[in-house]
């Protein structure tokens, strides 16, 4: 409901998760006889690798206190690739050439500092995930096709849902001639980052060890007297 898939049957969703379990990490979809032979009686004896394409995976940002408005399961970027657009009922968010730098180069993204019209679309897109659109410029054949990214879209910040490797990758992609600058300035930044965090750490642990011990109840009472 939350995705609004269509053109999809949701009875070939299946989860490698053990039979009763609650909590499903990942979905995964396959064709019709695949689905069937995974549903057998005796498909416990079974060892099946690949048995699907992994469509939704679950989110813990979102798991605390989901609210009916939202989705506790994000896209992955396969499913983004294989389902977008056609295939999905709600509206891809498009991103300008800077907002799509700006995700891709950092972990998160404040919504205050992306674009006006990225700003817009957020306004009414529900806490969850949500699938991000770039169009590039015209190629020299004069054909157009648009990038779709697997995102999430938070209380204040919004990211794109891809590891380090994978954004490096797509920063080639969306602009190869100034690809290696993005890079090398995406990866100065984490790394004065994490000397950030790692000094906070530091200092407050060294805080920690100069504070005086707690006054106990003993350390009140007189010496006892010869």
Avoid at 59 to 66: L, R, S, Y
Avoid at 180 to 187: K, S
Wanted: hydrophobic share 40%; proline share 7%.
């Amino acid at each position: 409901k939350y995705y609004d898939f269509k053109s999809v049957n949701y009875d070939q969703f299946h989860s490698r998760s053990p039979i009763g379990a609650t909590k499903l990490r990942n979905l995964l979809y396959c064709t019709k006889p695949v689905h069937d032979l995974i549903r057998a009686w005796d498909a416990q004896r079974l060892r099946l690798m690949f048995a699907g394409v992994k469509l939704l995976s679950r989110h813990d940002a979102n798991t605390q206190n989901p609210s009916p408005d939202n989705c506790i399961y994000r896209l992955t970027q396969d499913a983004v690739r294989l389902l977008a657009p056609a295939h999905l009922g709600r509206t891809p968010l498009p991103l300008t050439f800077d907002d799509t730098i700006m995700l891709l180069t950092n972990e998160s993204v404040l919504l205050a500092d992306l674009s006006a019209q990225v700003q817009r679309s957020l306004v009414d897109h529900p806490h969850g995930g949500c699938v991000f659109m770039f169009t590039p410029s015209p190629t020299s054949c004069g054909t157009v096709c648009p990038m779709y990214f697997s995102g999430w879209r938070g209380k204040s910040s919004a990211i794109i849902l891809a590891n380090k490797k994978e954004k490096e990758s797509l920063v080639w992609r969306v602009d190869p001639e100034n690809a290696l600058a993005h890079v090398q300035n995406a990866r100065d930044n984490h790394e004065e980052l994490r000397r950030t965090i790692a000094a906070k750490r530091k200092a407050a642990a060294n805080a920690a060890a100069e504070a005086p011990a707690p006054a106990t109840e003993e350390d009140g009472m007189p010496a006892e007297q010869d």
